[in-house]
């Protein structure tokens, strides 16, 4: 089935380690992001890439990084991890910026 | 640069009763306009989008949502209400012309009592 595939689906993770979540996407979009979903404040986008090659970013990029060597993948990554990315982070593609988006099923990740 | 307002942050009703969720944009261009759904522990699906023509909108499990230029608004409605609707509902805008990402409000918790 076409979509969208994040890993892990959850992950508790110690403060200062370093941590990839894993999207890849078979639809052949063009653009893809990262979301963290907390209480109370919905959505917020992290880092987003327009086309493979380009990466830009969203609301809240500090902590985190992206890259986009391909259509399919967007990996995130956490260089330390802290106690205040504990979130849910939900993957999205779709076919241009501005039209509707795809997610993922998210990935629960705990930094204690 | 667009943003958007959901007006009910939770919204209690019950079974099969109508129900209506508030959803206000801000842009100065022309916009799509989306609703999401998100139930407990899932990722977010889409329910219903504008983009273009009819301004009355329907999309799945029953839900319209209809979009209104001068009072910048997209609410989404439902005739009668299911426990299964109990879920997160995300409204969202992006610029029809241009690169510009959607941009969703903070949601509205929909909860169907019986």
């Known amino acids: 089935i076409a979509g969208i595939t994040q890993a892990p689906t959850s992950q508790i993770l110690a403060a200062g380690r370093r941590m990839t979540l894993r999207c890849t996407q078979d639809m052949r979009h063009n653009a893809m992001y990262w979301y963290r979903q907390d209480l109370g404040l919905g959505l917020r986008l992290i880092h987003y890439?327009?086309?493979?090659?380009?990466?830009g970013k969203g609301e809240v990029p500090d902590g985190y990084s992206v890259s986009r060597a391909n259509t399919d993948d967007f990996p995130l990554t956490l260089a330390s991890a802290v106690p205040s990315q504990t979130s849910v982070y939900f993957c999205?593609?779709?076919?241009?910026?501005?039209?509707?988006?795809?997610f993922g099923q998210g990935t629960r990740l705990t930094v204690v | 640069a667009q943003s958007v307002t959901q007006l009910d942050s939770q919204v209690p009703v019950f079974e099969e009763a109508p129900v209506e969720l508030r959803c206000n944009y801000s842009s100065s261009v022309s916009v799509y306009l989306f609703w999401y759904v998100q139930y407990p522990n899932q990722g977010l699906q889409l329910l219903l989008k504008?983009?273009?023509?009819?301004?009355l909108v329907k999309g799945i499990n029953g839900f319209e949502a209809e979009f209104n230029k001068s009072q910048t608004s997209f609410h989404l409605r439902k005739p009668s209400v299911h426990i299964s609707d109990t879920a997160e509902y995300f409204c969202a805008v992006s610029e029809a012309k241009g690169a510009q990402k959607l941009v969703f409000g903070q949601g509205t918790r929909l909860t169907i009592n019986p």
């Open positions: 890439s327009n086309t493979a090659g380009t990466t």
């Open positions: 504008y983009l273009s023509g009819s301004t």
């Open positions: 999205a593609s779709s076919l241009k910026m501005n039209t509707e988006a795809f």
